[in-house]
């Protein structure tokens, strides 16, 4: 983690309480260092390549924030650059409770687990909903052939700030679940 994450997620309550924890000093650092980690690196765009899931989060019109799995072939979360993802989204309940969410504020949350190997990458940024009448291009490099469940709309996620953790988790495996997850998809 960055100097980017620090910006977003440390706020005057969190400090409070990393003072409280007795953790601050060792926070600190991040809001100092030189390393912004705002790009994706090499092992995290591989890390993405190679997830046939993630759980996204966004927030309400009611401040409320809303959690949603999101599934599909692996690989189809897809790197559009250094510090954008784009995936093709599809036909879930039909609530649409995630793309109004993010219709009328994109911040979002992203979790992709690796949950046998013990790793995650967490990433948070803002997302849209593209259009193919907009967006021919980036529509057709988010279609995923042969695959044969039916997209509904393509969303992006890119931030001005996007944070990734998978290298820290990769070196050291840091994720210690406390559940094991069932052998099969959701």
């Not at 190679?50 to 989060?57: E, G, I, L, N, P």
């Not at 979360?77 to 989204?89: E, N, P, R, Y």
């Not at 695959?147 to 050291?172: C, N, P």
């Amino acid at each position: 983690m960055g100097r980017a994450f620090a910006e977003i997620a440390f706020t005057p309550s969190v400090k409070d309480a990393q003072s409280q924890y007795g953790t601050r000093r060792l926070n600190e650092r991040l809001e100092v260092t030189p390393d912004r980690q705002d790009v994706l690196t090499p092992d995290e765009r591989q890390f993405i390549e190679t997830r046939d899931s993630f759980y996204q989060a966004t927030v309400s019109e009611t401040g409320w924030p809303y959690v949603q799995f999101r599934g599909g072939p692996v690989g189809f979360l897809k790197v559009i650059d250094s510090k954008t993802l784009g995936f093709a989204d599809f036909r879930g309940n039909v609530q649409y409770v995630s793309v109004g969410n993010l219709n009328a504020d994109g911040r979002i949350s992203l979790i992709l687990m690796d949950y046998p190997n013990r790793r995650r990458l967490k990433l948070l940024g803002r997302a849209r909903i593209a259009r193919e009448a907009d967006e021919p291009e980036l529509i057709q490099r988010l279609q995923i052939p042969h695959y044969k469940a039916r997209v509904e709309r393509r969303s992006s996620f890119q931030s001005r700030r996007l944070i990734g953790t998978v290298r820290s988790t990769l070196r050291r495996g840091s994720l210690r679940p406390r559940f094991r997850p069932p052998s099969r998809h959701f």
